[in-house]
């Protein structure tokens, strides 16, 4: 089955910094990838997707780029928040990695 | 309300109860999750519906887990002999597939919150 990996597992950043966020897959038959966010005691939520016919993908300060030969694919959030602070996941074949606890230091 | 319902919001149960939970989806979703988390970790993957048919299980899964989706619509998650480390958060998720699409967004309940004394 999928087996799927996040590094780091905690960051903090300043605001206004960039974080980004890897995620490693195992299956090569993987071909959708998502990222969502969950804030303490909610359920999680999508924020940004990629399908593996391309290789980058932009929604105003949060990316999403995507390396299929190396299998891994990563999330890139520009200028961050303090509402950006949360537990960010990736999942691929409905496999969700551990999660990376995400702090923006006011 | 149009998203993922689940019942009940909370369970405290006793050690070797039997305890069932619901999950309804959104009504036009073909695909259903059901995953448990734990303080600190991601969902951990349960098993997963296409309609109907249960397509794939978690092989950590215990035998006394079982799932169903007995007309493609709602699923009900049962654990039976419940023990201390059940205790867990069970989310469902539900997402519209179509042929030759691997996935698409997820749509989260609020969950299910066990806690096994």
């Known amino acids: 089955g999928e087996n799927v990996e996040q590094h780091p597992s905690t960051l903090s950043v300043q605001e206004g910094d960039s974080a980004v966020i890897k995620c490693t897959y195992s299956?090569?038959?993987?071909?959708?990838f998502p990222w969502y966010k969950q804030e303490l005691g909610k359920r999680p939520q999508l924020i940004i997707d990629i399908r593996s016919n391309v290789g980058e993908k932009k929604d105003q300060r949060i990316a999403v780029t995507l390396n299929k030969t190396a299998k891994h694919f990563s999330l890139h959030i520009t200028e961050t928040q303090p509402e950006d602070s949360a537990v960010y996941f990736c999942a691929a074949l409905g496999v969700f990695g551990p999660g990376t606890s995400l702090s923006v230091i006011p | 309300d149009t998203g993922v319902s689940q019942d009940p919001r909370h369970k405290i149960t006793k050690r070797g109860q039997n305890v069932t939970f619901r999950c309804d989806p959104i009504s036009e979703h073909n695909r259903l999750y059901w995953y448990r988390q734990t303080l600190g970790q991601g969902p951990e993957f349960l098993t997963y519906?296409?309609?109907?048919?249960?397509?794939?299980k978690s092989r950590l899964l215990s035998d006394r887990f079982s799932a169903e989706r007995p007309k493609g619509s709602f699923s009900t998650l049962e654990i039976q002999r419940t023990e201390q480390g059940d205790s867990a958060m069970y989310l469902c998720?539900?997402?519209?597939?179509?042929?030759?699409?691997?996935?698409?967004?997820?749509?989260f309940g609020q969950g299910t919150r066990l806690t096994v004394v």
């Open positions: 299956d090569s038959a993987s071909n959708y």
């Open positions: 519906f296409q309609n109907e048919a249960q397509l794939e």
């Open positions: 998720a539900s997402s519209l597939v179509w042929q030759g699409v691997q996935g698409t967004e997820a749509f």
